[in-house]
């Protein structure tokens, strides 16, 4: 069964940083392209970022672009997401998402960006 | 704003078919698929059509999708209370270089 948990979202201040990961099982991540989404509150879903299946190639939405950072660690199955310079139209639930087509999601964690 | 529009809500009776639309433009669905998501209520998303009109495997084939030009549509027939929920479509759009989705349609089954 395929399985994607993220974690270390939380409450940070407006300038602050966050690393979000994602642990995947039950397919073969290293083949897989990554993506995170998110969903600030009452609002849609928005394309956040996307890494290829071996780390070599990242894009990233406008709004993100330059303060965050996607990675990967095929060894650990595991996703990432460094979010430096918060602001607080960051606030969302973020979701990781393995596939092509954002195939599989997973619950999402939550980033609150306030003082 | 989101880039694909999409009308923010829909509904229909028990057993109707429903046809949701997803608008872009030549950067991105008028080039590239069509993507389709369905989103419960404090559920994960969950991938309902891929490449316009593809069903992944457990996806019952009252999910069809389409595209026409540079819009999308996703029909729901013989709908059912547990197709209320949020659906979205996205697609990649190459003047922004990323995924684009749309901001979403609330389906109601009355």
């Known amino acids: 069964e395929v399985q994607l948990v993220e974690s270390g979202g939380g409450l940070v201040q407006p300038g602050g940083s966050l690393r979000l990961s994602c642990a995947a099982s039950?397919?073969?991540?290293?083949?897989?392209?990554m993506h995170w989404v998110r969903q600030a509150p009452g609002k849609g879903l928005v394309w956040v970022s996307r890494i290829n299946s071996d780390g070599s190639s990242t894009s990233y939405a406008d709004s993100v672009k330059g303060r965050f950072t996607i990675s990967r660690d095929n060894a650990k199955n595991s996703l990432y997401l460094q979010m430096d310079s918060l602001r607080a139209e960051d606030t969302a639930v973020y979701y990781c998402?393995?596939?092509?087509?954002?195939?599989?999601w997973g619950q999402g964690t939550l980033v609150a960006v306030s003082s | 704003q989101s880039v694909l529009t999409q009308p923010p809500s829909a509904s229909g009776t028990p057993g109707q078919r429903v046809t949701i639309s997803c608008s872009g433009t030549?950067?991105?669905?008028?080039?590239?698929?069509v993507t389709w998501y369905q989103h419960l209520p404090g559920a994960a998303p969950k991938l309902l059509i891929y490449t316009n009109n593809e069903r992944p495997s457990g996806v019952p084939d009252r999910f069809s999708g389409s595209k026409s030009g540079t819009s999308g549509y996703l029909a729901i027939s013989g709908l059912q209370s547990e197709d209320e929920a949020d659906y979205y479509c996205?697609?990649?759009?190459?003047?922004?270089?990323?995924?684009?989705f749309g901001g979403g349609t609330k389906l109601t089954v009355l």
């Open positions: 996205a697609a990649w759009d190459n003047s922004l270089s990323g995924w684009v």
């Open positions: 030549s950067s991105n669905i008028g080039t590239y698929a």
């Open positions: 998402a393995a596939g092509n087509y954002c195939d599989y």
């Open positions: 039950g397919f073969t991540f290293s083949s897989y392209w």
